[in-house]
C-alpha cells in the first residue's frame, strides 16, 4: 500500500497538491507510518470549489437523469470490481476490523448505492398542479432541482460507507461535489476519486476530492460563496462551528452528528438474548459508530442480572488485529481519540463502578488499544452517561417504570438513535414513540437500511440522509406559474 502514489481528484485530474506537500497516514493498530497523503492547500481546494462551480453551471449534468444514472451504474460495477483492493487499505488506515468491511464497510455499502440508481428510475423531479375550482387560469409546475455545489465532509470511523453515502445522493440529484475525508483516513476515499476517473463518465469537475490534515484550508469548504450545501457526518461540536461557519452564506445543512443511544429492555425482555447484542453493538469497531448502543437502561430489579451478562459478553467477544476476520473490534481510530477514551475511562472510574476493562490495553506493544468496558452504579446525568465517548464503554442504568426509560434516555443533547425490546408489540411501540430520535429498533428489526431515511432529532443533526429523504434533502424546490392551457 506504501507504494501506491495516491492522489486527489481535482477538475477531471488526479493531482498532488499544488505546492508537493504531502502529511503521513497513520496506522492506528501499530502507530506505523503506512505512507503518505496530498496535503491541499487553499489554492487546490479553491480550484475544486470553481471546478464544482463551473461544471454545475455550464453543463446539462444537473438535468439529465438518465445519464446520471448510468453513471451511478459504472460507478457501482467498478467499486465491486476493486473491492479487494479497498478491503485492505480500509483496515490499514481506519483500523476497521476486516469481518466489518464484508457489510456496512464496504461490500454493503457499495450495494446500497442500489437505492440510488433504482430511485433515479421512478422518481418524479417535476409534477403538476392542475387548476382547481376559482383558480381555472393557472397551471403550475413543481420542479425539484440540483442545490448546485455540494461539500461534503466525511469522518474517519466508516470512512467509505460515509463518502459513498454522500457522493451517491448528491449525483442522483445532480449536484457537482468537493469530497474531504478525514485526515485520519484519507487514501480509500482519494481511490475512490481514482475509480471514478478510470472507469465512469462522470465529467471532469462533477466529483472533486481533497485531502489535508490543515483545519483552516478544510474551513473554505463551508465559508466558500460558490458553495450552495454542506453534507457533514461528525461530532456535534464540530458540526456547530460548521453551521456558525455556513450562516453568512446561508448554506444548505446535511448535519449528522453525535449519538448517546439508548437500548431499554422492558422487564419482559429476554435479558439473555438481548444483553449480548446490546454489548455487541457498543464493542462493534470499538464504539466508532454515532448510532451504536452506549447506554443500557434496565428494570432496578434485573441490574444485577444486565450487568453480570454484559460484563460476560465483553469478556468474550474476540478483539485485536483488525486484519484477523475472527476479530469484531480493532484500535481505536488515532491517538487524539485514544486518549479522550482513556479520560472517560478515569470518570468512570470516579464517578461509578467499572465491572470489566476501563484501562488502555496492554496486549500489544503498540497502537491505539483501548478495553472493552462496562460501568453501571453510575449517574444519569454524569459526563460519562451523558457525552458521546466514540469508544467500547456501556453504562448499565436503572429505571422504575417505562415513562422513566423513556426520560432517561431523552435526558441528553442527542436524539439519533435507540432501541427497545419486549414480546409485548404495543408496549414497546409506546415506548419507541415516546423516544426523541430518529431511529429505533424494536426488537430484532433494525433501522439501518438504505431506503429508510437516518439523522437526528435535537444536537444530533439536521436534515436526513438515504431514503427518498437523502435525495430531497440535495434537491432545491422551484414552483413555476403558467396560464392554464385552453
Known amino acids: 500500500m506504501s507504494n501506491t502514489d495516491y492522489r486527489m481528484l481535482i477538475d477531471g485530474e488526479l493531482v498532488a497538491a499544488a505546492d ?14 503506512l505512507g503518505t497523503a496530498p496535503k491541499a492547500g487553499a489554492a487546490d481546494v479553491e480550484r475544486a470549489i470553481l471546478a464544482a462551480r463551473r461544471t454545475f453551471d455550464t453543463t446539462t449534468w444537473s438535468t439529465d437523469a438518465a445519464f446520471r444514472r448510468k453513471c451511478l451504474i459504472q460507478l457501482q460495477a467498478a467499486l465491486r470490481e476493486r473491492a479487494e483492493q479497498l478491503r485492505p487499505v480500509l483496515v490499514a488506515e481506519a483500523g476497521l476490523p476486516v469481518a466489518l468491511t464484508h457489510q456496512v464497510g464496504l461490500d454493503g455499502t457499495i450495494e446500497m448505492i442500489s437505492h440510488y440508481i ?15 375550482p376559482g383558480d381555472e387560469s393557472a397551471h403550475r409546475i413543481i420542479r425539484r432541482e440540483a442545490a448546485g ?44 476519486g481514482r475509480i471514478i476517473l478510470e472507469n465512469t463518465d462522470i465529467p471532469a469537475g462533477v466529483v472533486n476530492i481533497v485531502s489535508t490534515d490543515d483545519n483552516d484550508v478544510a474551513a473554505l469548504m463551508t465559508t466558500h460563496p460558490a458553495v450552495d450545501a454542506i453534507t457533514f457526518t461528525g461530532s456535534t461540536v464540530t458540526g456547530r462551528r460548521i453551521m456558525a461557519a455556513a450562516a453568512p452564506t446561508v448554506k444548505r445543512l446535511t448535519l ?16 439473555a438474548a438481548t444483553v449480548p447484542f446490546v454489548v455487541g453493538t457498543t464493542m462493534s469497531h470499538a464504539g466508532q459508530g454515532c448510532g451504536i448502543y452506549s447506554r443500557l437502561l434496565v428494570p432496578r430489579a434485573r441490574i444485577g442480572e444486565a450487568v453480570e451478562i454484559a460484563a460476560a459478553t465483553m469478556q468474550q467477544i474476540p478483539w485485536g488485529d483488525p486484519t484477523d476476520p475472527g476479530n469484531y473490534m480493532g484500535p481505536v481510530a488515532n491517538k487524539r481519540q485514544y486518549e479522550s477514551v482513556l479520560r472517560y475511562y478515569e470518570l468512570a472510574a470516579k ?23 462496562v460501568v453501571t452504579d453510575i449517574d444519569s446525568m454524569s459526563p460519562v452517561a451523558q457525552e458521546e465517548i466514540f469508544g467500547p464503554l456501556l453504562c448499565v442504568l436503572p429505571f422504575d417504570s417505562d415513562d422513566e426509560a423513556v426520560a432517561i434516555s ?26 426523541r430520535a430518529s431511529a429505533i429498533q424494536i ?43 385552453q
Open 443 to 485: 426488537n430484532d428489526q433494525m433501522w439501518n437500511h438504505q431506503t429508510a431515511p437516518f439523522g437526528g432529532y435535537k444536537q444530533s443533526g439536521i436534515g436526513r440522509e438515504w431514503g427518498v429523504e437523502g435525495l430531497e434533502d440535495l434537491l432545491e424546490v422551484k414552483t413555476i406559474a403558467q396560464p392554464a392551457k
Open 256 to 271: 449528522e452528528l453525535g449519538g448517546k443511544s439508548s437500548a431499554i429492555l422492558l422487564d419482559d425482555a429476554d435479558f
Open 351 to 373: 464517578d461509578g463502578r467499572v465491572v470489566v476493562g476501563g484501562k488502555a490495553s496492554d496486549r500489544f506493544g503498540k497502537g491505539y488499544w483501548v478495553e472493552p468496558t
Open 118 to 132: 433504482d430511485l433515479l428510475g421512478t422518481y418524479e423531479f417535476e409534477r403538476v398542479i392542475t387548476p382547481i
Open 410 to 435: 431523552n435526558n441528553t443533547i442527542y436524539g439519533l438513535a435507540g432501541g427497545v425490546w419486549s414480546p409485548d408489540l404495543d408496549r414497546a411501540t409506546r415506548v419507541a414513540h415516546g423516544m
Open 20 to 33: 508537493g506537500r504531502v502529511y503521513e497516514n497513520i496506522n492506528p493498530a501499530t502507530e506505523e507510518v
Open 149 to 192: 455545489v455540494v461539500a461534503a465532509i466525511t469522518p474517519w470511523n466508516y470512512p467509505l460507507f460515509l463518502a459513498l453515502g454522500k457522493l451517491a445522493p448528491s449525483l442522483a440529484a445532480g449536484c457537482t461535489v468537493v469530497l474531504k475525508p478525514a485526515p485520519d483516513t484519507p487514501w480509500n476515499t482519494l481511490e475512490v
